[in-house]
Every structure is written in C-alpha cells, then in structure tokens.
C-alpha cells in the first residue's frame, strides 16, 4: 500500500490499517483455497501451489469478518478521512504451497515495523523453497529468510534460466536470474551452489516495492 509522504508512512493508523488489509486478503485466499480442496475433493497429502494477483477491486468490496458490513473500501476512506492524505493499495498477491515447502520474508527500508504479526517496509519479498531430499521443512525456515533478504536486495527477475525466463537470451541478462546470482551474504559462492549445498529448489518469489501514487 502508498501513501504520500514520510509523516503518514510511521503514522499508527496507517500501519494498523495496512495490517488489517493484509489480514483481510489472507483470509479470503484461505476461504478459496479451502472450497477449492471441497470441490476438487483433494486428498490429505495432495500438492498445492498457486500465485495469485488479487484484483484491487475485490479486496476492496471485501467485508473485515462477517460480523460487520465494514469494507475495507470503507475504512481506507476513513484513514484518507483523518489523515488528510491518499492512500492507495498497489499489489497484492498470495501464493498457496506444498505441505513440504516452507515460506519465508524479509523487509527493510526506513519505516520498518511489525503490526498484528505484518511486516511492513519499504521493500520486501516471499520466497517459497521446498527440499529436493526428504520433508525437511522446518529446516529451511532460516535459509527462506536468507534468500529473502537476499532477493531484497539484489531484485532479481526470474528464478532460473530454464523456468518462465524467455527474457534472459543472453549473458548480459543472467544478472537477472536468481540462481546465477552471488549470493549477498557470502560472494563466494552463487545462490544455485547454496541450494545444491541445502538440498532445496526454490518454488518461486515475490518481492515489491513501494513507490508513489499512481
């Protein structure tokens, strides 16, 4: 979500309001998640992945539980309402995974804070990793923050050059891909060598920005 200036970014409305929304998202991607195990009669042990885009239009006609007819259009005009200034969301996205996979996140910038359990920042990223040997998913939490961190700050586009890269045709733009990439936190190796070395893939990332109203 943006605002417009520094003041409104560390104001306690603004973060509160930020979280309530993020809790409203997760909770309707929970809702569809759970109806589509119902529908597609999926079994305990069955693999689910999905990245999505939730438009802004429908997380805005969403309503904060069921107990109130609030929305959280309503509420984002009362924020605008009481600290004079517009307020915008800009991207949401989800992303369901494996039982086996872990998620980790990362978030830096000058307004850093944890709200209800959300972390907000200026920049940030969600990166899933499952393990290539065993179900070692409580093992991975630590490397997840790492590669977050590191995806933070040296943003790159793509995971690998054989998975959704059509745009990496040469040298020059492997800069761009996460596995190719030194890794931030030991240059001397490469993000692909600490994922060999962890017995871990990557599934996939999501890392924003926040920037001016547009």
Not at 62 to 90: C, P, W
Not at 125 to 130: D, Q
Request: net charge negative; hydrophobic share 35%; with cysteine.
């Amino acid at each position: 979500m943006n605002c417009e200036t520094d003041f409104v970014a560390r104001n306690e409305n603004f973060q509160a309001l930020v979280a309530d929304i993020t809790n409203v998202a997760l909770q309707r991607r929970i809702s569809i998640f759970e109806q589509s195990l119902k529908l597609n009669a999926f079994g305990e042990g069955s693999a689910v992945y999905l990245r999505e885009v939730m438009p802004e239009h429908k997380l805005r006609n969403s309503r904060f539980s069921e107990y109130t007819n609030e929305t959280v259009g309503d509420a984002i005009v009362k924020v605008i309402g009481k600290l004079g200034e517009n307020v915008k969301i800009g991207k949401v996205v989800t992303i369901t995974t494996e039982k086996d996979s872990v998620t980790g996140c990362y978030v830096h910038g000058p307004f850093t804070a944890n709200v209800n359990n959300c972390m907000l920042g200026k920049f940030g990223t969600v990166v899933t990793i499952k393990p290539t040997v065993g179900n070692r998913g409580g093992e991975l939490m630590g490397l997840a923050r790492q590669l977050s961190k590191h995806i933070t700050g040296m943003n790159p586009r793509v995971v690998s050059a054989d998975v959704g890269s059509d745009s990496v045709t040469n040298k020059t733009e492997t800069t761009d891909v996460l596995v190719e990439q030194e890794f931030l936190m030991d240059n001397s190796i490469t993000v692909g060598d600490l994922l060999e070395k962890e017995q871990a893939t990557v599934v996939d990332f999501v890392r924003f920005e926040c920037g001016g109203l547009q």
